[in-house]
């Protein structure tokens, strides 16, 4: 299963974005939604997520920056970057988790393509 990422770019600093995520409806509206981003020579690090209820979490970085939302009608996910930095710059990876189960953990962990964010002057 692959899910369809979009939205990056260049932006200045202090500029906006929007990433999106598709995912199968089959497979949306069970997971919960997340955003990772990679920077060169670092690794990956959880951005934000959405439970399959709506319950949304950021990591304290973004915190009041960005905004992840889920549209349950289009099986998509939309994380709206705003005041951009330099440090945000990275390959944003959008990431769809199941339910967990007790023996294997979660009973699926699906990936994008990732799409490129640059800030920079």
């Known amino acids: 299963v692959q899910l369809q990422a979009s939205g990056g770019g260049l932006v200045q600093p202090g500029g906006s974005l929007r990433l999106s995520c598709t995912a199968p409806g089959n497979i949306f509206s069970i997971s919960a939604m997340n955003w990772y981003r990679q920077a060169p020579g670092k690794r990956r690090d959880l951005v934000a997520a959405?439970?399959?209820?709506?319950?949304?979490n950021y990591t304290d970085s973004v915190k009041g920056r960005f905004t992840l939302s889920r549209d349950n009608t289009k099986n998509t996910v939309y994380l709206q970057m705003n005041s951009l930095k330099p440090e945000d710059s990275a390959v944003y990876y959008c990431?769809?988790?199941?339910?967990?189960?007790?023996?294997?953990?979660?009973?699926?962990?699906?990936w994008g393509q990732g799409t490129q964010v640059t800030v920079s002057s």
């Open positions: 959405v439970t399959s209820s709506g319950t949304t």
């Open positions: 990431n769809a988790k199941g339910p967990r189960r007790w023996d294997i953990g979660y009973v699926f962990d699906y």
